[in-house]
């Protein structure tokens, strides 16, 4: 049970099952049994549109092979999950894009030249930065975090940190997988 305003943790080794749980949850793996419920309602989620249908983000734990497509800008990358609020007539508004994703830069404090830059450009802490302003842009109400400190700078990690504190003071709900202990307990409500 996730609670409005809570960071849950889960915790589990490498090889554990916790990464196959969230991937279930989300849609992104078939699950075996179980129900998912969102603010009292029984949900069904079959695939990562229904997830993100109901109020899901998921911010996997690896960045360059399934976060991001590095190749690409930084604008495209954000993008590409609210593609259904960038419509148009029979096209994008594609400065609606730039200016959204100019704005996360500003709030998330990424570092890169402008939104036209490429992923793959960034540090491994900006490209995370990248990643979470990808799923902020989608307005979840749970947003699940599976490793998201991994591989990236101690002052990145702080920034995360503060980012995922500031979104559970304005009641967003994050699920927190990490193989981190220390890391874990500082953050998760429970």
Not at 41 to 46: L, N, P, T
Not at 156 to 167: N, P, Q, S, T
Request: hydrophobic share 40%; net charge neutral; aromatic share 4%.
């Amino acid at each position: 049970t996730l609670h409005k305003g809570e960071i849950l943790g889960v915790a589990g080794l490498a090889g554990a099952g916790r990464t196959e749980f969230v991937r279930a949850l989300f849609g992104a793996d078939p699950k075996d049994s179980g129900q998912v419920f969102i603010e009292g309602k029984e949900v069904q989620i079959h695939s990562p549109k229904d997830a993100k249908k109901a109020g899901l983000g998921f911010i996997t734990e690896d960045r360059k092979e399934e976060g991001l497509i590095l190749n690409m800008d930084l604008h495209t990358n954000m993008g590409m999950a609210i593609l259904d609020q960038l419509k148009k007539g029979i096209g994008l508004d594609l400065k609606r894009e730039s200016v959204l994703m100019d704005e996360y830069i500003k709030s998330l404090s990424i570092k890169c030249r402008d939104c036209n830059q490429k992923a793959k450009a960034l540090s491994g802490g900006n490209q995370q930065k990248v990643v979470i302003a990808k799923w902020l842009a989608t307005k979840p109400k749970v947003l699940i975090m599976d490793e998201p400190t991994r591989g990236i700078d101690v002052g990145a990690k702080y920034e995360i940190y503060e980012l995922m504190e500031e979104m559970a003071q304005k009641g967003k709900c994050v699920i927190m997988i990490s193989s981190e202990m220390p890391e874990l307990m500082g953050m998760s409500d429970r």
